[in-house]
């Protein structure tokens, strides 16, 4: 334990101190009620803090993320010990359960997804975690007029000082359900292990990673939120209901750090992917957010060491447009700094070959360490990265003429009819359309349990 001595010449508030004692290991904090001297030990660089308690004082330090690295390297240095809750083996038995025909392709509104509502809740639950729905328990659910249902599951770790401030993690748990011949006979289903039953197993394991944690004495500054979305294969329900009806305010949310596909290998057709080397990522989006590829990069060479690819950058790439599909786009129309990481395409994707036993869990345990990591450090710091204030053209309609020519722009119906269904799901293209082009609320839909 390190030897403390106190600098009485300095004096900051006892919610500041808390603060800052997370960032410094060797800062600690003397008295019990008003202001509240520091205590440091002898190697602490008093006259470098000094020069930051303003900033701490108004806001912990809305600057630049990168004053001073030794807040990631204490962030860090908490979660190493905790890492292994993030395992291959769970991820294994979690996506055999998930991607089972037991759980029937998952498809929003029907019992499958249910099923699978219940057990992502079920777990959370396990763990004794906090939920953020108004104390009305793990479940987010929201009726359409056609009788569906489209359903997210929350949980939460409590930020320590910043409890209204949120980084949430998330992935979606639906996939497509049952495969029926032209008479509407039940011959298959589409597993979705890849496609996201990977995301959503991870989900669950960064919550227990928080969770243990923060029982160990490590919680966030800032509340850590974990969602595992409904009905993104149908559009991008789940999210956008949630931010239609979000139950705080969005202006809290700092970053949402999205995994979808996180654990497929065979990235076809993608530069930058060492087809001998798995460990790769895509991390997608970066471009848009000011200071999350730095951070992001800084946490990785600290940790996994993991290729990260610029393939996707700007959102663009091999033909595909990603940064629009998946759930962290409706968070990004609405400012929210956002990235979506992702494991590369597949010969599996929306196939019924995207089975439990294709995916490599060691890889996706590797990138959902670095993925959790990531997010814990931006729970934990004084300045999160913020949206660039350039990213207007993110809902205008240049952001689809990849293959606008072959598209009716007169509605959505016309937009549907589009033939390369490799780029987008037609019911996906619709759904982009309508709220990136015509910025209208979903309609026939409300929330019946917030």
């Known amino acids: ?118 057990f992502i809740a079920s777990r959370f639950q396990g763990l004794g975690m906090r939920s953020v729905l108004k104390d009305k328990g793990y479940i987010q659910r929201y009726q359409l007029d056609d009788g569906r249902q489209v359903v997210n599951v929350l949980a939460s770790v409590e930020g320590s000082v910043f409890p209204d401030e949120y980084i949430l993690l998330t992935g979606h748990h639906d996939h497509l359900g049952q495969v029926k011949d032209e008479n509407g006979t039940v011959i298959g289903y ?27 004495g490590h919680c966030p500054l800032r509340t850590l939120v974990f969602m595992a979305v409904g009905g993104e294969e149908q559009g991008l329900f789940g999210s956008e209901l949630f931010v239609s009806s979000p139950p705080f305010p969005l202006s809290r949310i700092k970053f949402v750090a999205n995994a979808d596909m996180l654990l497929g290998t065979n990235a076809k057709g993608q530069a930058n992917a060492n087809s001998e080397d798995s460990n790769y990522l895509f991390p997608i989006g970066l471009a848009y957010t000011t200071g999350a590829a730095a951070l992001l990069n800084a946490v990785n060479s600290k940790t996994s060491h993991t290729t990260l690819s610029s393939f996707y950058s700007n959102g663009v790439g091999a033909g595909l447009v990603l940064f629009y599909r998946s759930d962290h786009w409706t968070f990004a129309q609405r400012g929210i700094p956002s990235t979506f990481f992702f494991g590369g395409d597949s010969d599996t994707y929306h ?93 026939g839909a409300h929330p019946i349990m917030l």
Not at 87 to 104: F, K
Not at 191 to 216: H, V, W, Y
Not at 379 to 406: C, E, G, Q, R
């Open 1 to 118: 334990m390190l030897a403390l001595h106190a600098l009485p010449i300095m004096s900051i508030t006892p919610a500041v101190c808390g603060a800052t004692k997370k960032l410094y290991q060797d800062f600690a904090c003397c008295g019990d009620s008003g202001n509240t001297a520091i205590c440091v030990a002898p190697s602490f660089d008093a006259v470098a803090f000094e020069s930051r308690l303003d900033a701490l004082e108004s806001g912990l330090a809305r600057s630049s993320v990168f004053d001073n690295l030794q807040e990631v390297d204490a962030a860090l240095e908490r979660t190493s010990s905790f890492m292994h809750y993030i395992n291959a083996e769970t991820l294994q038995s979690d996506i055999d359960i998930l991607a089972s025909a037991e759980y029937g392709g998952r498809e929003m509104g029907t019992p499958f997804e249910n099923k699978t509502v219940d």
């Open 190 to 216: 589409y597993p979705g292990a890849n496609d996201n039953a990977g995301g959503a197993s991870l989900i669950m394991q960064f919550a227990e990673t928080a969770k243990r944690m923060c029982d160990a």
């Open 351 to 443: 196939e019924v070959t995207d089975t439990a036993d294709t995916v490599d869990v060691v890889v996706g345990a590797t990138r959902g360490q670095l993925l959790f990591q990531f997010a814990n450090v931006l729970a934990n710091i004084p300045t999160v990265p913020t949206f660039a204030s350039d990213t207007a053209y993110l809902t205008s309609k240049h952001t689809y003429d990849w293959n606008y020519a072959a598209m009716s722009a007169a509605s959505p119906a016309g937009i549907g009819s589009v033939a390369d269904s490799t780029l987008f799901s037609y019911h996906k293209i619709d759904f982009l359309w309508w709220t990136t082009e015509l910025h209208t609320p979903l309609p």
